[in-house]
Structure formats: structure tokens, C-alpha cells
């Protein structure tokens, strides 16, 4: 979820409606989620002011250091991963995904 909110883009936030619907989950499960993300101090919850019935979720400082620290985690396993593929192998490999990538954008739509 938080990777979701960062990918979001500044100012990092989302309603909880649009987070239930990208990652799948009910409303009971979206509750508990935010509930145990801004208990840790990753997300932060107010009242929408363009509209009162409804709530924004936040990205806070310390969640977009928690997901940038696990991106670049994640990056660097995945370098390592390929580093055992020759550079023609590579490229091959990069065709092929921006393929898979171009062919599938009109159907993942916002769950990607």
C-alpha cells in the first residue's frame, strides 16, 4: 500500500476506496491495514476538504523512506539476479519485457 501511495506521486495520497480497489482488499482489510500503517508512523489519515464524507491517506516522510530504502533494496537484488546474463542476453531480455509491458497496459489498467 505504501508503494502504491508513492507511486501516486507528490503529494502522496490516495482515499482509502481508490487503495481498496488497486490492491484488491475490502473494506475491513483496508481499514486494518491503515490502522496498523499509521500506528507505525508510515501513513497519516485526515478528513478530505473538498469532500467530508470522505478521508485522504498520506504518505509520511518516514513511509517514503521506508519504501525508497526497499525499491533500492530491491534494485540492487535484482542486478545482482542479472548480472550472471551477458550484455546480448540483456538487451533480449529488455525486448522482451517492453513487449510483455506494451501489450498488457491495456488491460491492467489501475491495478498495475
Same mark, same amino acid.
Given at each position: 500500500?505504501?508503494?502504491?501511495?508513492?507511486?501516486?506521486?507528490? $503529494?502522496?495520497?490516495?482515499?482509502?476506496?481508490? !487503495?481498496?480497489?488497486?490492491?484488491?482488499?475490502? $473494506?475491513?482489510?483496508?481499514?486494518?491495514?491503515? =490502522?496498523?500503517?499509521?500506528?507505525?508512523?508510515?501513513?497519516?489519515?485526515?478528513?478530505?476538504?473538498?469532500?467530508?464524507?470522505?478521508? !485522504?491517506?498520506?504518505?509520511?516522510?518516514?513511509?517514503?523512506?521506508? +519504501? =525508497?530504502?526497499?525499491?533500492?533494496?530491491?534494485?540492487?537484488?535484482?542486478?545482482?539476479?542479472?548480472? +550472471?546474463? $551477458?550484455?546480448?542476453? !540483456?538487451?533480449?531480455?529488455?525486448? !522482451?519485457?517492453?513487449?510483455?509491458?506494451?501489450?498488457?497496459?491495456?488491460?491492467?489498467?489501475?491495478?498495475?
Amino acid at each position: 500500500m505504501v508503494r502504491r501511495l508513492r507511486r501516486a506521486g507528490d $503529494p502522496f495520497t490516495l482515499t482509502p476506496t481508490v !487503495l481498496a480497489r488497486t490492491l484488491m482488499l475490502s $473494506p475491513a482489510a483496508m481499514t486494518n491495514r491503515l =490502522d496498523r500503517l499509521e500506528a507505525a508512523g508510515r501513513i497519516a489519515r485526515r478528513l478530505d476538504p473538498d469532500n467530508r464524507r470522505s478521508m !485522504l491517506v498520506t504518505l509520511t516522510a518516514a513511509g517514503r523512506a521506508a +519504501v =525508497d530504502a526497499a525499491v533500492g533494496e530491491h534494485v540492487a537484488n535484482e542486478r545482482d539476479l542479472l548480472s +550472471v546474463l $551477458p550484455a546480448a542476453d !540483456l538487451a533480449e531480455l529488455d525486448s !522482451l519485457v517492453r513487449r510483455l509491458s506494451a501489450a498488457w497496459a491495456g488491460t491492467v489498467g489501475e491495478l498495475g
